[in-house]
């Protein structure tokens, strides 16, 4: 079974793409944004990636995730599952294809400080950004059954990589 889409080389335009939808997200969150930051794969030059912008909104709090919610509605986005509690995701296609994942956590959520670390220790450590890219490749290679097993096989190369820059 697929992906959600084709791993593939880094792409320079990925920066520029995350850019526009930041632009496009602000205003949904008002004065309850504390930040947005573009994470996962597409965030480091060099990262094979999925072509799905990652994008991490932290917020002072969310008393009106509902609220947002339709407004992201209107701008292409729909509720995916939460990754743990606090961690709320949406996603975004384009013509069937998908394009963007949000994720909006309170600024304090221990996801943001998991995200912000792991993203900044591939951006300058080439050898762990190599070997990641070596095991996105083999598991999307040896997929079986769709995105649920490819993240499932990512997560404990993920856990030690955050364990280790923890300890730093």
């Given at each position: 079974m697929p992906?959600?889409?084709?791993?593939?080389?880094?792409?320079?335009?990925?920066?520029?793409?995350?850019?526009?939808?930041?632009?496009?997200?602000?205003?949904?969150?008002?004065?309850?944004?504390?930040?947005?930051?573009?994470?996962?794969?597409?965030?480091?030059?060099?990262?094979?990636?999925?072509?799905?912008i990652d994008v991490l909104v932290t917020v002072a709090d969310r008393e009106v995730l509902d609220d947002w919610k339709d407004r992201l509605e209107l701008l292409g986005y729909r509720r995916g599952g939460d990754i743990v509690e606090g961690h709320h995701f949406f996603k975004r296609d384009v013509g069937g294809v998908r394009t963007h994942k949000l994720h909006v956590c309170e600024k304090e959520h221990p996801q943001v400080r998991r995200m912000l670390k792991?993203?900044?220790?591939?951006?300058?450590?080439?050898?762990?950004?190599?070997?990641?890219?070596?095991?996105?490749?083999?598991?999307?290679?040896?997929?079986?059954?769709?995105?649920?097993?490819?993240?499932?096989?990512?997560?404990?190369?993920l856990d030690d990589l955050y364990d280790r820059c923890d300890a730093d």
């Open positions: 992906l959600t889409s084709k791993l593939t080389n880094y792409n320079a335009q990925w920066p520029v793409q995350f850019e526009a939808e930041a632009k496009r997200l602000r205003p949904i969150f008002g004065n309850r944004l504390v930040a947005i930051h573009h994470v996962g794969s597409t965030a480091v030059e060099g990262l094979a990636a999925k072509p799905e792991i993203r900044d220790h591939l951006r300058t450590n080439a050898k762990d950004c190599a070997t990641y890219a070596a095991l996105k490749f083999r598991l999307e290679a040896e997929n079986r059954t769709g995105i649920a097993e490819y993240l499932v096989g990512k997560s404990p190369f």
